[in-house]
């Protein structure tokens, strides 16, 4: 690692930090941000998600070799952390640190990809169905029922055997299309309460069309279970991501995703535990700080949770 | 409350009392010589135990033990003539003639259910091995015994189309002789599926038992064999996912056997662990990257880029063999000097090979129109890039590591890889239709070279094993002549020649050959281990009455 | 709670599950269907596409293949799977008691691991055993669960020797379940696997149960307990247990898929024989008859998971007679 990388690190935490504690500035003046930062455990949250975030967009800066760059590979395989190598070589003699910042682009932009698909569709179909309600409802929420019957692990094995071939974008969307079923339910049920509301009867009697009532009065106030919803589902298509990886159906040589950085190195598990340990890690903070910033906004936006 | 807590109390005193009574349970009965279990950590399971329908090596490892062979060879591998050969089904044989070979079958012989093996089980044999209907891989290397008849129903003849110096070999070698009145009426086309697959019945030293789907096979040792008693009563397969697992089980005690190590890194745990003793013995497998020279898909179309031999040759000098084999394998391996392993003997370092030349390399390739046109690292040639796919087997996990040591080495010269991991059985259906780009491939090599070249690099494995269809006239002469070359040192001389042949053609990027080391539990005696079959022997090794343990002593 | 009304509700769930299966087989249908070229692949060999063109007549036009289908599917006709060489009905038979072993056991430690911890936690809640404690749940929950059975394998199978590396059953002694030794030794084989997915379920249900514990603590029945004079100690395992067990199956029915999906990494890390696995090689065949029969089966044990925990829930307090315990919190799944 260079001067230059270590300097970059430390801008990366510095930022995060300052970042979090601007944010937590909020809470003194709004009551909502006050319960948002109650718990340790969500500025920490943030403050982590933050610095991965920065770390992915700024791989170039941090990481001081090519991550797909196979060093030397009779003498550099499987070294154990160094200041060379702050976190080892893998077995193929790739600098791990390297590869786990642009992995993180991979793994988080797959899982933003996937939650923003999921989100999206579920947010569409639950204001949909709660909104109009009758047979409409009915009909989605059939469908949703069928939806959460599918182990979703089957129906992506399901795809990737007919689709010989399948490229891995297709399967990112494949991934969000098959995650939206019970972000669909919770808008249902917050549409479902609030269309009853004041605000929403008298934007109707308005004249204002469906579409401009779901959108511009409903959604805003169910924002709660959105952005719980939306921040989980990263965490799982990230999970998911992962685990398609390792079983090798996920991202493609040579490039770097966390899931089939434990892949490459698991068979070196025993002798180089390192290539295993830093990706695994890397995922479960990841997903770690995604559930405690949702449990943050859960406690920020929806009072009747209990603490 | 009060007396609902002595009844809880009395409860979990009982549970715990069954299973303390459960655990005495496995105190068994057998604790004279001729009893032990061995339990081998294999990692691939096999579709079928039908010798003719599988290359499969446990199909061979449990065929070893289920099947016996006319003769076979002895530890020295011994191929020419019928020197330090094993009789085994055959007591005893003759030549009638230059082109006649008469056996007589041991009288003692008996299918486990009873029946006396004869001459004719012979005779059905190979013509089952012959047809086409059965689609065997090895009946290319029976292409030189022109039929086989019986004299009498223990005597059976097998007439040659030429004279050679492994006419014996070849007869006895590649067929296990096989029931024929329990397979006359299975319809030929159908043997990879039979029913006989998964319940055989044979003639060896061992019977077989049970082949529980997914997890294990069992056999037991025929006592009444009689070539002599197995020394060890029961032999049980174990399949593991992978090899790592394999070799963990082995570790732990949970497994005696694992014949092939591959890593450094297994051989060192392996060393460490107290209970197992390590054997070394000559390796016979090698691994190759094979190029398609045909079309995928359409074997009457050149491949659009295998098909230039001078590519092939500038692909193979970007490759640093020795560099691959010695991140992955350490010791453990060799570059070889053409498809053999160190089993063969004409093992020849001095061999001419394709020199490691990345510069060379880009020169031929920019003579033949391969450059980059469009200035995104990959070269290519009118619109088409130099890109192609590599088809691993996704049990193999070295094979998995070499196809991402190769991706790096070819996109230094400006070659895109992508790596397939698809399962073994598929990897061998797209090679055998010749549906593929490139392949990572092992095979295990015969103690003779002249049927596996034969096999897998000539015309004659068209639509078998010469998945690339590699054809040189030149080459196949040479072989022809080594093959009937009359002394051992004239068939040195012309195998090196041969392979110094192909090597410049480029077919293949040969890439290692394993030096088998195998791991085997301390307390088994006599353990020897022939080369081209490890587990030929197995009914030699012997585990001694006091160092009997707990598994060995098993009634069942 | 009335004979009638009951037998209606129960009538009408069980309706709902079977027209959820029939979607389902409608779903994977018509996901086959979207796949491009014949369903006989480059990987697969003439002679067996040939046999599955016959059986399931795939020149005729689509409405036809769909009769067929549905009728081979009552018959219990999966199909026949390439890579195996036997009928999908068999091989699947034979895999999935394992899984639901392993399911089963899993959501044993779950419930007692989540249970116990829940209420450790909400007793000494915001104090220092439970602050370290919810970020250990937190910190597992998030795990990866193929990377924890890396590990547990690793530490608890070869360095320490304590548990089998892989594998049901012993082979020597156990190649059938057939005596109380050989259940013990399933067990044993069990350990690891279950608890892979377990502590992470386990996780999951200490976060949970520690939330509702704390609602319920504060209110008002336990407070008129609490007020009556009647011990803590009864009234934590009284009322609150009998909550949490509710809870539990509630949330129970949604664990089904997570369990299903962490089984065929665990499977295939474990060598556990299971239907996971046989999907995943499947996967690596591309034998589509055999992963589509296992998406099949994975939702019918979904499915019935479900209902299950309806009924359980049904029967327990006619009260949480809902359309479906799905309408509860989902987004863990």
Same mark, same amino acid.
């Given at each position: 690692?260079?001067?230059?990388?270590?300097?970059?690190?430390?801008?990366?935490?510095?930022?995060?930090?300052?970042?979090?504690?601007?944010?937590?500035?909020?809470?003194?003046?709004?009551?909502?941000?006050?319960?948002?930062?109650?718990?340790?455990?969500?500025?920490?949250?943030?403050?982590?998600?933050?610095?991965?975030?920065?770390?992915?967009?700024?791989?170039?800066?941090?990481?001081?070799?090519?991550?797909?760059?196979?060093?030397?590979?009779?003498?550099?395989?499987?070294?154990?952390?160094?200041?060379?190598?702050?976190?080892?070589?893998?077995?193929?003699?790739?600098?791990?640190?390297?590869?786990?910042?642009?992995?993180?682009?991979?793994?988080?932009?797959?899982?933003?990809?996937?939650?923003?698909?999921?989100?999206?569709?579920?947010?569409?179909?639950?204001?949909?169905?709660?909104?109009?309600?009758?047979?409409?409802?009915?009909?989605?929420?059939?469908?949703?029922?069928?939806?959460?019957?599918?182990?979703?692990?089957?129906?992506?094995?399901?795809?990737?055997?007919?689709?010989?071939?399948?490229?891995?974008?297709?399967?990112?969307?494949?991934?969000?299309?098959?995650?939206?079923?019970?972000?669909?339910?919770?808008?249902?049920?917050?549409?479902?309460?609030?269309?009853?509301?004041?605000?929403?009867?008298?934007?109707?009697?308005?004249?204002?069309?469906?579409?401009?009532?779901?959108?511009?009065?409903?959604?805003?106030?169910?924002?709660?279970?959105?952005?719980?919803?939306?921040?989980?589902?990263?965490?799982?298509?990230?999970?998911?991501?992962?685990?398609?990886?390792?079983?090798?159906?996920?991202?493609?040589?040579?490039?770097?995703?966390?899931?089939?950085?434990?892949?490459?190195?698991?068979?070196?598990?025993?002798?180089?535990?390192?290539?295993?340990?830093?990706?695994?890690?890397?995922?479960?903070?990841?997903?770690?700080?995604?559930?405690?910033?949702?449990?943050?906004?859960?406690?920020?936006?929806?009072?009747?949770?209990?603490? | 409350?009060?007396?609902?807590?002595?009844?809880?109390?009395?409860?979990?005193?009982?549970?715990?009392?069954?299973?303390?009574?459960?655990?005495?349970?496995?105190?068994?009965?057998?604790? +004279?010589?001729?009893?032990?279990?061995?339990?081998?950590?294999?990692?691939?399971?096999?579709?079928?135990?039908?010798?003719?329908?599988?290359?499969?090596?446990? +199909?061979?490892?449990?065929?070893?033990?289920?099947? &016996?062979?006319?003769?076979?060879?002895?530890?020295?591998?011994?191929?020419?003539?019928?020197?330090?050969?094993?009789?085994?089904?055959?007591?005893?044989?003759?030549?009638?003639?230059? &082109?006649?070979?008469?056996?007589?079958?041991?009288?003692?012989?008996?299918?486990?259910?009873?029946?006396?093996?004869?001459?004719?089980?012979?005779?059905?044999?190979?013509?089952?091995?012959?047809?086409?209907?059965?689609?065997?891989?090895?009946?290319? =290397? &029976?292409?030189?015994?022109?039929?086989?008849?019986?004299?009498?129903?223990?005597?059976?003849?097998?007439?040659?189309?030429?004279?050679?110096?492994?006419?014996?070999?070849?007869?006895?070698?590649?067929?296990?002789?096989?029931?024929?009145?329990?397979?006359? $009426?299975?319809?030929?086309?159908?043997?990879?599926?039979?029913?006989?697959?998964?319940?055989?019945?044979?003639?060896?030293?061992?019977?077989?038992?049970?082949?529980?789907?997914?997890? $294990?096979?069992?056999?037991?040792?025929?006592?009444?064999?009689?070539?002599?008693?197995?020394?060890?009563?029961?032999?049980?397969?174990?399949? +593991?996912?992978?090899?790592?697992?394999?070799?963990?089980?082995?570790?732990?005690?949970?497994?005696?056997?694992?014949?092939?190590?591959?890593?450094?890194?297994?051989?060192?745990?392996? =060393?460490?662990?107290?209970?197992?003793?390590?054997?070394?013995?000559?390796?016979?497998?090698?691994?190759?990257?094979?190029?398609?020279?045909?079309?995928?898909?359409?074997?009457?179309?050149?491949?659009?880029?295998?098909?230039?031999?001078?590519?092939?040759?500038?692909?193979?000098?970007?490759?640093?063999?020795?560099?691959?084999? =010695?991140?992955?394998?350490?010791?453990?391996?060799?570059?070889?000097?053409?498809?053999?392993?160190?089993?063969?003997?004409?093992?020849?370092?001095?061999?001419?090979?394709?020199?490691?030349?990345?510069?060379?390399?880009?020169?031929?390739?920019?003579?033949?129109?391969?450059?980059?046109?469009?200035?995104?690292?990959?070269?290519?040639?009118?619109?088409?890039?130099?890109?192609?796919?590599?088809?691993?087997?996704?049990?193999?996990?070295?094979?998995?590591?070499?196809?991402?040591?190769?991706?790096?080495?070819?996109?230094?010269?400006?070659?895109?890889?992508?790596?397939?991991?698809?399962?073994?059985?598929?990897?061998?259906?797209?090679?055998?239709?010749?549906?593929?780009?490139?392949?990572? &491939?092992?095979?295990?090599?015969?103690?003779?070279?002249?049927?596996?070249?034969?096999?897998?690099?000539?015309?004659?494995?068209?639509?078998?094993?010469?998945?690339?269809?590699?054809?040189?006239?030149?080459?196949?002469?040479?072989?022809?002549?080594?093959?009937?070359?009359?002394?051992?040192?004239?068939?040195?001389?012309?195998?090196?020649?041969?392979?110094?042949?192909?090597?410049?053609?480029?077919?293949?990027?040969?890439?290692?050959?394993?030096?088998?080391?195998?791991?085997?539990?301390?307390?088994?005696?006599?353990?020897?281990?022939?080369?081209?079959?490890?587990?030929?022997?197995?009914?030699?090794?012997?585990?001694?009455?006091?160092?009997?343990?707990?598994?060995?002593?098993?009634?069942? | 709670?009335?004979?009638?009304?009951?037998?209606?509700?129960?009538?009408?769930?069980?309706?709902?599950?079977?027209?959820?299966?029939?979607?389902?087989?409608?779903?994977?249908?018509?996901?086959?269907?979207?796949?491009?070229?014949?369903?006989?692949?480059?990987?697969?060999?003439?002679?067996?596409?040939?046999?599955?063109?016959? /059986?399931?007549?795939?020149?005729?036009?689509?409405?036809? /293949?769909?009769?067929?289908?549905?009728?081979?599917?009552?018959?219990?006709?999966?199909?026949?799977?390439?890579?195996?060489?036997?009928?999908?009905?068999?091989?699947?038979?034979?895999?999935?008691?394992?899984?639901? /072993?392993?399911?089963?056991?899993?959501?044993?430690?779950?419930?007692?691991?989540?249970?116990?911890?829940?209420?450790? /936690?909400?007793?000494? *809640?915001?104090?220092?055993?439970?602050?370290?404690?919810?970020?250990?749940?937190?910190?597992?929950?998030?795990?990866?669960?193929?990377?924890?059975?890396?590990?547990?394998?690793?530490?608890?199978?070869?360095?320490?020797?304590?548990?089998?590396?892989?594998?049901?059953?012993?082979?020597?002694?156990?190649?059938?379940?057939?005596?109380?030794?050989?259940?013990?030794?399933?067990?044993?084989?069990?350990?690891?696997?279950?608890?892979?997915?377990?502590?992470?379920?386990?996780?999951?249900? *200490?976060?949970?149960?520690?939330?509702?514990?704390?609602?319920?603590?504060?209110?008002?029945?336990?407070?008129?307990?609490?007020?009556?004079?009647?011990?803590?100690?009864?009234?934590?395992?009284?009322?609150?247990?009998?909550?949490?067990?509710?809870?539990?199956?509630?949330?129970?029915?949604?664990?089904?898929?997570?369990?299903?999906?962490?089984?065929?990494?665990?499977?295939?890390?474990?060598?556990?024989?299971?239907?996971?696995?046989?999907?995943?090689?499947?996967?690596?065949?591309?034998?589509?008859?055999?992963?589509?029969?296992?998406?099949?089966?994975?939702?019918?044990?979904?499915?019935?998971?479900?209902?299950? *925990?309806?009924?359980?829930?049904?029967?327990?307090?006619?009260?949480?007679?809902?359309?479906?315990?799905?309408?509860?919190?989902?987004?863990?799944?």
């Amino acid at each position: 690692m260079t001067f230059g990388n270590w300097f970059a690190v430390l801008v990366a935490l510095v930022v995060a930090a300052e970042f979090v504690r601007m944010l937590r500035r909020r809470a003194l003046a709004q009551e909502r941000w006050r319960r948002f930062f109650r718990h340790r455990t969500t500025s920490w949250g943030l403050g982590i998600l933050t610095f991965l975030v920065l770390v992915a967009l700024a791989a170039p800066l941090v990481a001081p070799f090519d991550p797909n760059r196979q060093l030397d590979i009779v003498h550099l395989t499987n070294r154990a952390p160094s200041w060379t190598f702050p976190l080892g070589t893998d077995p193929l003699s790739r600098d791990v640190w390297s590869r786990t910042a642009y992995g993180a682009r991979v793994s988080l932009g797959i899982g933003a990809l996937g939650a923003l698909v999921a989100v999206a569709l579920g947010t569409l179909v639950g204001a949909i169905a709660g909104y109009y309600r009758r047979w409409i409802d009915s009909v989605l929420m059939r469908g949703v029922d069928v939806g959460l019957a599918l182990p979703r692990i089957f129906i992506l094995l399901m795809a990737v055997a007919l689709w010989d071939g399948l490229p891995f974008a297709a399967l990112v969307i494949t991934i969000g299309l098959t995650s939206w079923f019970g972000t669909s339910r919770l808008v249902r049920a917050e549409v479902l309460a609030l269309r009853q509301r004041d605000f929403v009867v008298a934007a109707r009697a308005l004249g204002a069309d469906s579409g401009r009532v779901i959108f511009r009065h409903v959604l805003p106030n169910a924002a709660a279970p959105i952005i719980v919803s939306a921040a989980l589902g990263v965490g799982n298509v990230l999970l998911l991501e992962a685990s398609l990886s390792f079983l090798g159906i996920g991202i493609a040589p040579p490039d770097a995703s966390w899931g089939n950085m434990i892949a490459d190195g698991a068979p070196a598990i025993y002798t180089a535990p390192w290539s295993t340990l830093f990706p695994g890690l890397a995922i479960a903070l990841v997903v770690m700080s995604l559930n405690a910033v949702a449990d943050g906004v859960r406690d920020a936006l929806d009072p009747r949770e209990t603490p | 409350m009060l007396s609902a807590m002595p009844r809880r109390f009395h409860f979990s005193y009982i549970v715990l009392g069954v299973i303390a009574i459960a655990a005495c349970e496995r105190r068994g009965g057998c604790t +004279t010589a001729g009893c032990g279990t061995l339990i081998d950590a294999a990692v691939t399971e096999p579709a079928t135990l039908l010798p003719p329908s599988s290359e499969d090596i446990v +199909t061979n490892d449990i065929g070893e033990q289920l099947f &016996l062979k006319l003769a076979d060879v002895g530890m020295s591998t011994n191929t020419i003539g019928d020197e330090d050969f094993q009789a085994l089904l055959a007591q005893r044989w003759e030549w009638d003639g230059p &082109l006649t070979l008469v056996f007589h079958i041991d009288p003692r012989a008996r299918w486990q259910d009873g029946q006396p093996v004869t001459a004719p089980d012979v005779e059905f044999t190979f013509n089952a091995y012959n047809d086409s209907a059965v689609a065997s891989p090895f009946r290319p =290397k &029976l292409q030189r015994i022109e039929k086989v008849t019986t004299r009498d129903s223990l005597t059976a003849v097998f007439r040659f189309r030429e004279k050679y110096p492994e006419m014996f070999y070849d007869a006895v070698y590649h067929m296990r002789i096989l029931p024929a009145h329990l397979l006359r $009426s299975v319809p030929r086309d159908q043997w990879k599926t039979a029913a006989f697959g998964r319940q055989p019945v044979g003639d060896g030293p061992y019977r077989f038992v049970r082949w529980q789907a997914a997890q $294990s096979i069992e056999l037991v040792a025929d006592t009444t064999f009689f070539l002599g008693r197995p020394g060890i009563r029961r032999l049980i397969w174990r399949f +593991t996912p992978n090899l790592p697992v394999a070799v963990q089980q082995v570790i732990a005690d949970q497994a005696d056997v694992r014949e092939q190590l591959v890593t450094p890194d297994n051989v060192e745990r392996a =060393k460490a662990a107290q209970q197992l003793t390590i054997y070394a013995y000559r390796g016979n497998v090698y691994t190759f990257l094979s190029f398609n020279q045909r079309a995928p898909g359409d074997t009457a179309k050149p491949h659009p880029i295998f098909a230039d031999r001078d590519v092939r040759r500038a692909l193979t000098m970007a490759v640093d063999r020795a560099s691959l084999v =010695k991140s992955t394998l350490g010791d453990l391996g060799q570059v070889p000097p053409g498809p053999i392993s160190s089993l063969v003997g004409i093992w020849d370092p001095d061999t001419r090979q394709l020199p490691y030349d990345t510069a060379q390399a880009g020169r031929l390739l920019n003579l033949h129109g391969w450059r980059d046109h469009d200035g995104d690292g990959v070269r290519d040639k009118d619109g088409q890039p130099l890109a192609f796919h590599i088809l691993v087997p996704s049990s193999s996990g070295l094979r998995k590591q070499y196809a991402r040591l190769l991706q790096e080495q070819f996109r230094v010269i400006g070659v895109r890889v992508e790596i397939d991991e698809l399962e073994g059985s598929v990897v061998a259906q797209r090679t055998g239709t010749g549906n593929y780009d490139t392949a990572l &491939l092992s095979r295990s090599n015969d103690p003779s070279p002249g049927s596996g070249i034969t096999q897998s690099w000539t015309v004659a494995g068209f639509g078998g094993s010469n998945f690339g269809r590699y054809y040189n006239p030149e080459f196949e002469r040479i072989v022809q002549l080594a093959i009937s070359a009359p002394t051992r040192d004239r068939a040195r001389a012309l195998w090196r020649s041969a392979l110094e042949t192909m090597n410049a053609d480029a077919p293949a990027i040969f890439l290692y050959a394993l030096a088998n080391v195998g791991a085997v539990h301390k307390r088994v005696d006599n353990v020897q281990f022939r080369p081209d079959s490890w587990a030929a022997l197995l009914r030699t090794w012997r585990i001694p009455p006091e160092r009997l343990i707990d598994r060995d002593r098993v009634e069942r | 709670m009335t004979g009638g009304g009951g037998g209606r509700w129960l009538a009408r769930r069980l309706a709902q599950s079977v027209a959820i299966i029939f979607a389902v087989v409608t779903f994977i249908f018509i996901l086959i269907h979207l796949a491009p070229g014949r369903p006989c692949s480059e990987n697969l060999d003439p002679r067996v596409c040939a046999q599955l063109s016959a /059986q399931f007549g795939l020149d005729k036009p689509i409405v036809v /293949q769909y009769w067929r289908y549905l009728v081979e599917l009552a018959h219990g006709n999966l199909g026949m799977s390439f890579s195996l060489r036997r009928p999908v009905w068999d091989a699947l038979v034979e895999t999935v008691p394992f899984t639901l /072993q392993l399911a089963g056991a899993a959501l044993l430690l779950d419930f007692l691991l989540g249970l116990a911890l829940g209420i450790y /936690q909400a007793s000494r *809640a915001n104090r220092l055993p439970d602050v370290i404690l919810g970020n250990a749940t937190l910190f597992i929950y998030s795990l990866p669960t193929f990377w924890l059975a890396l590990i547990l394998l690793l530490v608890f199978g070869e360095k320490l020797h304590w548990f089998p590396v892989g594998g049901a059953s012993d082979p020597i002694f156990c190649p059938v379940v057939d005596s109380l030794y050989c259940v013990a030794d399933r067990f044993w084989h069990l350990v690891l696997p279950a608890a892979t997915l377990g502590v992470v379920g386990a996780a999951g249900t *200490a976060r949970f149960q520690r939330a509702a514990m704390l609602e319920v603590a504060s209110q008002d029945y336990v407070r008129t307990a609490r007020a009556k004079g009647v011990s803590e100690r009864q009234i934590v395992l009284r009322h609150q247990l009998r909550n949490a067990l509710l809870s539990f199956i509630t949330r129970f029915g949604l664990a089904f898929p997570f369990l299903l999906t962490g089984a065929v990494l665990v499977e295939t890390i474990f060598a556990w024989p299971g239907m996971g696995r046989l999907a995943f090689d499947a996967i690596l065949t591309r034998d589509y008859p055999l992963v589509t029969a296992s998406a099949l089966i994975a939702s019918t044990v979904v499915v019935a998971g479900n209902l299950l *925990a309806d009924i359980l829930l049904g029967v327990a307090d006619p009260r949480l007679r809902v359309h479906s315990t799905a309408d509860a919190d989902v987004v863990t799944a």
